[in-house]
Each structure stands twice: as C-alpha cells, then as structure tokens.
C-alpha cells in the first residue's frame, strides 16, 4: 500500500489513533444516542440499549468525526449526524438479524432471539425515525437528502441480497453491487455529509465518498472471508453462518466458478440448503482455501483499501488523515 501505511508495517493495525482523535466529539454523540433511545415504552430503550451497548466499535460515527476532522470543520453539526448514522446502521442490523435468523451479534445474543422477531423489527423502525428527527435538526437538506438516500440505497442492497439468496448462479458483479449498497453506501455517507456541514467544495466531498465507500467493500469483503477463516469467538458470530444461510459471498463466488464438476455440485447443494452440517462446512472451507478463493477475496478487499487511501491524498497530513489511514489498514487486517 501507501508510504504511509509501510511505515506502519511490522505493527498491528489499530482503530486506537481514530478512537483518541475524536474521544472529545464521540462523547457528545453518545449523549446524543442515549437522549434519542429514551421512551416511555420500557422495551424500546432496553433492546436498542442491548445492540448499541454490545460492543461495537462505532465505526461509522467515529468515520463522520474524523472526516470532520480532516476537512477543519469546528462546528457541532456534526454530532447529531454521526447519532443519525449509528441509529441507521443499528436499525439495519436489528432488521437484518430477522431477515437471516441469526442468533450471535458481537459475540452476544441477538435482540430477536431474546425479544422476538416483532419487537427487533418495530424497534429497528424507531431508530430510523430518531435517525431522521437528527438529520432535519441539524439544519442541512444536503446532509438529510444524502443520509435518506444512503437509507434507500441500503434498503434496495437487502432486497437485492434476499432475491440472490441460495443463487448458486450469482455473478460476481451483482455481488459487489449488494455489498456496495447494503455495506458501502453507509460508510460514504457518514464520510461525505462531515464536507457538506463544514461547507467544503464539491471536489472534498467527493473524495470522502470514494474514501468511505472503497473501506466499506474491502470492510465487507474481510467480514465475508472471515466467514471461512476465524472462529465464533472471533468473528462475534457463529462461524458457517453465511454458509448455512446458503449466502453467495465472493469466497464462494470465486470457488464455486473454479471447482470441478463434482465441486460444483457440492456448492449447489450447500447453498440451496442441503448440505448444512458441520462436517459439510469443513468440506466448504477446504474448497475455498485449495481454490485460493478466500486469498484472492483478501487480495480484492486489499486493493479496495488502497482505493480508499488513495481517495484522501489530496488533504493536508495531519492526525485525521494517519488515523484514518490506519483504520482502513484495521479493516484488512481483523482477517490475519
């Protein structure tokens, strides 16, 4: 990659730098999360409080704050926002953990395995609405109109991802169009409105959008090698879980496109759900490191990274632009 992220070579990777960069901000957003999940309804703040408090990393607010950073904005328009993003992605995990009836969130249980599939779904929805109370108080259409859309697009992403689920067929261009609307259209957004606050040229916004959309590919291309690499413990997640949703991440894609006649049958018969068992996913996983394809999903998530870096060179050094360098670095690294 860059000089600046050889120099960082022999080191592990951290979001410590982003972390310390924006503690000051972070605890105003914070306050602003925890004054936006109150509700008379008891249930509401009890199971958003169990996701937002489970041990997330923030990234995407943390990704607005520094964002703001690197352009010099000195406002506070900025906090309320980087609230609205993180109610918009909790909303969607809330949602998605229904869709996929998946039972580990960051290593604890999911909100619909302890409050049920109804109260995850209709609290999700609660989220979006204080998402979108945040997004018109902070004063700026542009930054609500690309927020909402970024809600839209996310939306669509799912929708898309369900209709391809159990799609032994599924092409690897349709796969990254899914990934960059249900993943990386977020991570853009959250990026590009901290240039629309602190009233940069057309030019800053653009390059924060491709800086946060190329790190949310090579985010989602890590998370799905993860998949055939790591353990529950690590991954927060129960390890196989895209393999018996029967999901057509790019590892299986790649694999499924280089197998054998009889290897490709073993993948239609896994993804359309009949071959589930553990002794089927250690079959999947030795498929996917003999074809290379979890290697060469790394190798793809590593240029997307580069891309990201790429996309902020224009803007002066400084403290912002190291961490954020270095959180791409963290994103390919959580595989090795």
């Not at 990704?63 to 993003?85: E, F, I, M, N």
Request: with cysteine; aromatic share 6%.
């Amino acid at each position: 990659m860059s000089a600046t992220v050889q120099r960082l070579a022999g080191t592990q990777p951290s979001l410590d730098p982003m972390i310390h960069l924006v503690a000051e901000d972070m605890l105003r957003v914070n306050d602003a999360i925890r004054n936006r999940m109150t509700s008379e309804i008891p249930l509401i703040p009890e199971l958003a409080g169990h996701l937002i408090a489970g041990g997330g990393k923030r990234m995407r607010p943390m990704l607005t704050l520094a964002s703001a950073r690197l352009v010099g904005y000195s406002g506070s328009k900025h906090h309320g926002l980087a609230a609205a993003v993180e109610f918009i992605h909790t909303a969607t995990l809330l949602h998605d953990d229904v869709v996929d009836g998946s039972d580990l969130r960051r290593g604890k249980r999911t909100a619909n395995t302890i409050w049920g599939n109804p109260a995850s779904v209709l609290v999700g929805d609660f989220l979006f609405s204080r998402s979108f109370e945040l997004m018109v108080e902070s004063g700026s259409l542009r930054a609500l109109k690309i927020l909402s859309n970024a809600s839209a697009v996310i939306a669509e992403g799912e929708v898309n991802q369900l209709t391809a689920a159990r799609r032994v067929d599924l092409a690897e261009d349709r796969y990254l169009e899914i990934i960059n609307a249900k993943t990386a259209a977020l991570f853009a957004a959250a990026c590009r409105i901290a240039a629309v606050v602190a009233d940069r040229p057309e030019a800053e916004e653009t390059a924060l959008d491709a800086y946060g959309r190329n790190l949310g590919i090579a985010f989602q291309l890590v998370d799905d090698a993860i998949d055939y690499t790591s353990d529950a413990g690590t991954m927060g997640k129960d390890a196989g879980d895209d393999f018996r949703e029967g999901k057509m991440t790019l590892p299986v894609i790649l694999a499924y496109a280089r197998g054998d006649a009889e290897q490709r049958a073993f993948w239609k018969d896994a993804v359309e759900g009949r071959r589930d068992s553990d002794e089927d996913f250690a079959q999947a996983i030795g498929l996917v490191q003999s074809s290379h394809s979890v290697a060469d999903t790394m190798a793809r998530a590593r240029h997307y990274g580069q891309q990201a870096i790429d996309a902020i060179a224009p803007f002066p050094a400084g403290a912002a632009k190291d961490a954020m360098i270095e959180a791409v670095e963290f994103a390919v690294a959580r595989a090795y």
